[in-house]
Structures are given as structure tokens and as C-alpha cells.
């Protein structure tokens, strides 16, 4: 079988059988389709260790960054054992596929006072009832009050929004659903925005598009993870001093803000839907690397 059939039949069970993300089942169909560039065989079974390391060099010369390559090296060891697995292949090639050791990135978080500030900010502005900054007033309470993930915002419908109870029911990763509560002030900017924006977005559209989704774009469909970041990039990148900031900056601000508030761990674990625990701990070391910080600035002994 030819490489790039295989490639296609593999991600399509990535996204049927073991339903992966959309992104990720990309990311992996993009690696795979790089690596048929690189490497000089047509047919799955000529490609050896020798060529898979010939191509993670070439990505190393290119400058792709650590946390790249070893998103690389997981889809060829994904892809070959598949392929070894549905008899394409005699042998996995890539058991000896070494992947570059990630190092810890911590992930960028706003103060506290900072994302009141600009939440604040915004609710004054929503106040002139302009349905767009009513929306993105809404979206970013919900986004820092939920710590949800972009594409868990996208995909909300209103029936998922449970406003008597504070709740929202979203799909994670692996179409896993949970609940997840928000606060007072997310429940105000959502009653706003049901009450004056979104009504307002439709009628500005001309009409609703089939389904209830809960945000909107400015044509009346379902808002886009695009339309998304380029919201945050704006109001929270004047609290960072930069644009290059997208929605994870709130989920990461409000993980390390309930630590730091004394929220235990598994809690939050379970709020922000992650699988392992290790993945959750991360933010326990940006709240110490904060305490670090301010013991430095404040104690006459530091």
C-alpha cells in the first residue's frame, strides 16, 4: 500500500474509532503527510528507522520547536504500530524512534487584579448594549469563571447553559462531557447577552441559522475559535502587554487562581477535564514560581 493511503485510512480511524479531536487528528495527518515528503519511499513498507531519523533532523534543522518534534515522533509511532498491527507492514520501524525530552513551559498566567480589571472594563462597556462587546463580555466571564477550553466555548448550545443552577455542560477532549460550574458574574453578562445580544446579532444577520448555538459571529452561525482568540487577544493582551495571547490564557489564569485561592487539586482536575492529574500539577508549580517571586520582592531576608 502506498504511503499516503495508509496515512489516510489511519487518520480516518483516529477520528471514527478512538475519536480524536478534529485538531489533533490534523496535526497528525499534517506530520504524516511531511514525513511521505521527506522520506524518498512511495511504499509504506520501505520506509525505515534510518529515514525516520533522517526526517526528525531535517524538522531539528528547520528550528521546529521541542514540544513539534515530539508530536512528530508520537505520530510515526502511532502511525507505524497501527500499520504493523493491520498487517501493512512486517515490523514497526519506529520502536527505536527516540523522542526529544519536552522542556517544562510553564503556561502564561494574568494576575488576578489584572483579569478583574479588564472583566470589569468590559462590563462597563457592555453597558451601552452593543451585542458584539455584550458577546465577548459573556464569553470571556464565561472562558476565566468556567476555565473551559475554546472549543468547549464554540460548541456550546443554550440548552447546555444551565443558568438556575450556574452550570454549563460541555464536550471535551475524547467527547467526553462534564459540568462545570461559573460564578455570579458570568450568570450576569450570559442574561445580558441572551436577553439583548444575542437577539440582536440574529436580527443583524437577517435570520437564525439552523441549531441554537450559544455565541454567535456577527453573520448569525456559531462563533469561530478564530473570532474567539482574536476577542482575547485584544482585551487580555492590553492586560499582558502583548497580542500573542488566545483563550488558554484564561483557562491557565483560573486553574492557578483556585490553587491559589485553596481549591484542592482533584477539584480542579475534574473542572478542567483533565485525564491525568500530572497534567493539572503544572499550575501548582506557576502558583509557587509566584510565591517565589513575591517572597523575592517583599521579605527583608529574600
Do not use: C, N
Request: glycine content about 8%; aromatic content about 4%.
Amino acid at each position: 500500500m502506498e504511503f499516503d493511503q495508509a496515512a489516510d485510512a489511519y487518520a480516518e480511524q483516529l477520528s471514527r474509532v478512538r475519536r480524536l479531536s478534529p485538531a489533533t487528528v490534523r496535526a497528525y495527518r499534517a506530520d504524516l503527510r511531511d514525513l511521505s515528503a521527506t522520506v524518498p519511499a512511495a511504499e509504506l513498507p520501505d520506509v525505515d528507522l534510518e529515514a525516520l531519523r533522517e526526517w526528525l533532523w531535517r524538522a531539528t534543522q528547520r528550528g521546529d520547536a521541542r514540544s513539534t518534534l515530539a508530536r512528530r515522533t508520537a505520530a510515526a509511532r502511532g502511525f507505524f504500530a497501527w500499520a504493523t498491527e493491520e498487517g501493512l507492514i512486517p515490523s514497526d520501524p519506529s520502536l527505536r524512534l527516540v523522542a526529544p525530552k519536552r522542556g517544562r513551559t510553564l503556561p502564561r498566567v494574568a494576575t488576578a487584579q489584572g483579569v478583574r480589571g479588564m472583566l470589569d472594563d468590559l462590563a462597563g462597556r457592555a453597558g451601552a448594549a452593543d451585542p458584539v462587546v455584550l458577546r465577548d463580555h459573556a464569553m470571556l466571564e464565561v472562558l476565566y469563571g468556567s476555565a473551559i477550553r475554546v472549543s468547549e466555548l464554540t460548541g456550546l448550545d443554550i440548552d447546555d447553559v444551565d443558568l438556575e443552577r450556574a452550570t454549563l455542560r460541555v464536550l471535551g477532549k475524547g467527547s467526553k462531557e462534564r459540568v462545570v460550574p461559573f460564578g455570579v458574574p458570568a450568570r450576569r453578562a450570559i442574561e445580558a447577552y441572551l436577553t439583548r445580544g444575542r437577539p440582536a446579532l440574529i436580527v443583524r444577520a437577517g435570520a437564525q441559522r439552523p441549531g441554537a448555538p450559544m455565541f454567535l459571529g456577527t453573520r448569525g452561525a456559531r462563533i469561530s475559535p478564530r473570532a474567539v482568540y482574536d476577542v482575547v487577544a485584544r482585551e487580555l493582551g492590553a492586560v499582558l502587554g502583548t497580542s500573542s495571547v488566545g483563550p488558554h490564557a484564561l483557562r491557565h489564569s483560573a486553574a492557578t487562581h483556585l490553587l491559589d485561592g485553596g481549591a484542592d487539586l482533584r477539584a480542579v482536575q475534574e473542572m478542567l477535564g483533565h485525564a491525568s492529574l500530572g497534567t493539572t500539577q503544572i499550575y501548582t508549580h506557576v502558583s509557587s514560581e509566584r510565591l517565589a517571586a513575591t517572597y523575592k520582592l517583599a521579605h527583608p531576608r529574600a
